[in-house]
């Protein structure tokens, strides 16, 4: 049984890695990427979304956001892994334009700019919507001079086709100007030859600077040199704009104003241009970049090149103090631990049903443990690194939340089921692991489709601040608890309703105390995290409450299970009450943690979402027809006393 446990998280694991990896094969025009090009490739350190992050995360965030998954599959079968997708993208961008990485989930966004829609929901390449690119930007600027509460389906996903067209754009012109000469004939004497690249323009900008503005005892500009000097600052101009959508990969020259700002390669050409900075290490960056383009048909050389330009950007980094969690975080994209334990939890969630099944078995309960166990490490594994890499508590953005409660909810569970071996309580871990993770894979792609990253810089009032990590904290387990205790109030009304151990009174008893339990547990959390959260407010804020509606959502949670507590006690709920209490417990929370996102108002700004009220609306529906069953059960229940009393 030990080997067949083995098996199992080998099978896991190597699923898990396989997702998230893909394959770097030759294509028309290059060879394969080789895998040490890939890797130097991917640990490169650039500024995005405003904080420092490594090009493997900037590749598969974009992937993700275009295509929906980080791998892209082509037409031929094959598939290819962010990296070598986002380094097409770089050097050879008219193969990049033939990839189908855009995904349209709606053929009336493909109608409305006048394409012919293959199927509901399907993945287009940018030469095919390039065909109606112009249309696409004027159908999207309608929509935006739109009031976001009133946009149709079709004209949200305009706009975010067009946000992602325009971002696609700017990777593909990224390093557009290494492919270029600028004209410099008539000016030999700054530069010595008719033509030069940008390093080289950039190295005779004093002098140019100096010719245009009439050095003082110098020979002015003839009309001749004044009229290239103007066709070569038009150029410059346009590889300027051209470049804006590339890659902050310059760490800011140590005596430049602003230095926490990243620079492009491109802006290297204001800075030239408009300061005495000496710019030689910069320029030496450039000409890297430049020896890219040169070599990128050689394998070994390519290798040599991107090998130099990489010692180059980290030591500018690593002087800094910035380059500590590049690696880091290129390895958690590389495991995937929630990727991981969602295949874990589904594993578990398996062993639990066979075990209700066959509860003779004792290796299945083992097993089920064992796979709980294991995947929520994963899951507390990679937000351990998250926080590492962020220098953050452990909450700081909604999708946080998802895989702070569900760690919360489930080792709640654990413990539950440590104490009352019922194997309730280890069923319920697996299913709201489960649920958890798959949440949490589905909102990873709406937060970088809306935030461009699931680890974005935190605004100001979040970014440092000690009562404000207890109160996040806090208050989600306060959620997690909740949420458990909804949970067991399902299987007390589910269970009752199908007959389920009908006779087993201990059974049901036992359920109560534990949702009782949890209830108390989950009614301490809420409330010390709702306090500290008025301690962090009027730090930060100026006052302690201010009923925003998302302090009125905390505030409902504490007053609902105080209800609940006193309802108890006071015997005006019984089992079932205390159940069904427990089920709209769950509703509330939900209301808390997501409804009060979607009002728009209040200070918590940072929290706000859009797109889950059909999905939030869902939940609430299915929670009032447990209730329902819940009182049909009762009569049904109070309807067979009559029968046997009579």
Not at 311 to 330: C, F, H, N, S, T
Not at 565 to 577: F, P, Q, S, V, W
Not at 590 to 596: F, H, K, R, T
């Amino acid at each position: 049984m030990r080997g067949l446990y083995c098996l199992v998280i080998g099978l896991s694991l190597f699923a898990g890695s396989a997702s998230g990896q893909g394959e770097a094969p030759a294509r028309a025009g290059r060879a394969a990427w080789e895998p040490e090009v890939l890797e130097l490739f991917a640990t490169l350190p650039i500024q995005d979304g405003g904080r420092i992050k490594p090009m493997d995360s900037l590749a598969g965030l974009r992937l993700l956001q275009f295509n929906g998954k980080r791998t892209l599959k082509l037409r031929d079968g094959t598939k290819l892994n962010h990296r070598a997708w986002l380094l097409d993208c770089f050097l050879f961008p008219e193969l990049a334009r033939t990839y189908p990485c855009f995904r349209i989930d709606n053929d009336a966004v493909v109608a409305a700019v006048g394409l012919d829609a293959r199927e509901k929901a399907d993945w287009y390449t940018y030469e095919e919507l390039a065909l109606a690119r112009q249309k696409i930007a004027a159908e999207a600027a309608g929509a935006q001079a739109v009031d976001p509460a009133e946009r149709s389906l079709v004209q949200a996903k305009l706009l975010n086709l067009e946000g992602n067209l325009r971002a696609f754009e700017g990777l593909t012109l990224a390093l557009d100007f290494t492919r270029r000469s600028l004209p410099t004939a008539g000016l030999e004497g700054i530069w010595g030859q008719g033509e030069a690249d940008l390093a080289t323009v950039l190295e005779g900008a004093p002098g140019f600077k100096a010719l245009w503005r009439g050095a003082p005892g110098g020979e002015p500009a003839t009309s001749e040199q004044q009229s290239v000097m103007r066709t070569l600052a038009e150029h410059l101009a346009e590889i300027s704009e051209r470049g804006r959508g590339g890659p902050v990969l310059l760490a800011p020259h140590p005596d430049s104003a602003g230095s926490d700002r990243w620079w492009r390669a491109t802006d290297l050409i204001d800075v030239a241009f408009d300061s005495d900075l000496d710019l030689s290490a910069e320029l030496e960056v450039l000409r890297g970049l430049q020896r890219l383009e040169q070599a990128k048909l050689d394998p070994g050389r390519l290798r040599t090149e991107l090998g130099a330009l990489h010692g180059l950007l980290v030591a500018r980094a690593d002087a800094r103090g910035e380059y500590r969690a590049i690696e880091m975080e290129v390895d958690l994209y590389r495991w995937d631990p929630f990727t991981r334990s969602l295949v874990l939890y589904l594993l578990a969630f398996l062993g639990a049903c066979f075990s209700l099944v066959a509860p003779s078995r004792g290796w299945l309960r083992k097993f089920t443990w064992g796979m709980t166990l294991g995947s929520t490490a994963l899951v507390i594994f990679g937000i351990v690194l998250r926080c590492i890499i962020r220098q953050r508590p452990p909450v700081v953005s909604l999708y946080d939340t998802v895989l702070f409660i569900t760690a919360g909810a489930v080792l709640m569970g654990l413990v539950t089921e440590w104490l009352t071996r019922q194997r309730v309580a280890l069923g319920l871990s697996t299913l709201l692991g489960t649920a958890g993770m798959f949440l949490a894979g589905r909102y990873e792609l709406k937060e970088v489709a809306t935030a461009g990253d699931t680890m974005a810089s935190v605004v100001a009032v979040l970014d440092t601040n000690y009562y404000l990590a207890i109160h996040v904290t806090t208050i989600t387990l306060g959620y997690a608890a909740g949420l458990l205790a909804g949970a067991l109030g399902h299987v007390w009304i589910l269970g009752r309703l199908v007959g389920y151990r009908s006779g087993d009174r201990d059974f049901y008893r036992g359920l109560t105390r534990m949702t009782y339990g949890v209830i108390c547990f989950g009614l301490l959390l809420s409330v010390f995290g709702t306090i500290m959260g008025g301690v962090w407010a009027n730090d930060s804020w100026g006052r302690f409450w201010g009923w925003d509606p998302k302090e009125n959502g905390a505030l409902l949670i504490c007053l609902w299970e105080i209800m609940i507590l006193h309802a108890r006690m006071g015997g005006y709920i019984r089992d079932r009450g205390l159940a069904v209490m427990a089920v709209l417990g769950a509703v509330v929370v939900s209301a808390s943690w997501w409804g009060v996102n979607l009002l728009g108002v209040g200070l918590h700004s940072y929290g706000f979402t859009s797109g889950v009220a059909l999905t939030l609306a869902s939940f609430w529906a299915f929670e009032c027809l447990v209730v329902v069953a819940a009182g049909v059960d009762a009569k049904r229940e109070a309807k067979n006393q009559r029968g046997t009393q009579a």
